[in-house]
């Protein structure tokens, strides 16, 4: 079997401004699209915002997708919304939710140094394909040959931005659902994203 080349990975954490900005930006963002996910459970079973936030404490965003996937999956069942709806919310999740995920996951956990004068991260989660070692090992994971990327601010800026589209796609959808379901006895929350461009007022 042919062997990948490996060089080492000097772990740093003097990485500059615009890394540890852009890093944050897209965990910010990863946070809001989170309370997304927490509003659809709460919009599906119907409940007060306080009463959401206990449901979905310590949940990650795999773990409220799953949730989210089962209750739609009760509702379609029951006959209380269309089937639509659920095979929207896996074609979601299947094109949209899991690459940025994967990429934000990488950004969290991976470890940084440089490499022809560019920074990189080491990526450790999940497995890639690699066409060299088929058909023996059609899938290998990154624990067993961790993978060097490079990431430069216009990546971060692009990896923000796409959760952010995701964050809209998933209100826009809550949006629909919600005028498919019975009236509600409980109003959303007043914060959302659904108001990105909101400035407050003074007074």
């Known amino acids: 079997m042919k062997k990948l ?3 080492w990975h000097d772990y ?4 500059p401004k615009w890394l540890t900005a852009g890093i944050g930006t897209v965990m ?3 946070a809001v699209f ?5 509003e659809l459970i709460r919009l ?12 979905t404490k310590r949940m990650n965003a795999q773990n409220r997708f799953q949730v989210a996937a089962n209750l739609l999956q009760a509702h379609v069942y029951d006959e209380r919304v269309k089937p639509q ?3 929207e919310f896996s074609t979601f999740r299947r094109k949209t939710f899991e690459p940025i995920e994967s990429k934000r996951d990488m950004l969290a956990h991976g470890l940084w140094d440089r490499e022809n004068e560019k920074w990189c991260v080491l990526w450790l989660a999940e497995a890639r394909k690699i066409p060299k070692l088929n058909p023996d090992i059609p899938s290998l994971s990154r624990a ?12 971060l800026r692009k990896i923000a931005a796409d959760i952010a589209g995701a964050t809209g796609e998933l209100v ?6 919600r005028a498919a379901l019975p009236p509600s006895q409980h109003k959303p929350p007043g914060y959302s994203r659904r108001q990105r461009n909101h400035r407050p007022t003074k007074g």
Do not use: A
């Not at 599906?44 to 449901?55: A, E, K, M, Y």
């Open 44 to 55: 599906l079973i119907d409940v007060s915002g306080q009463t959401g936030r206990i449901i």
């Open 144 to 155: 067993v040959l961790p993978q060097i990327i490079p990431v430069t601010e216009d990546d």
């Open 28 to 30: 910010v963002e990863w």
């Open 5 to 7: 080349p490996w060089r």
């Open 172 to 177: 826009d959808f809550c949006g629909r659902l």
């Open 85 to 87: 709806f659920l095979k």
């Open 34 to 38: 989170e309370r997304e996910l927490q």
């Open 12 to 15: 740093r954490t003097d990485v």
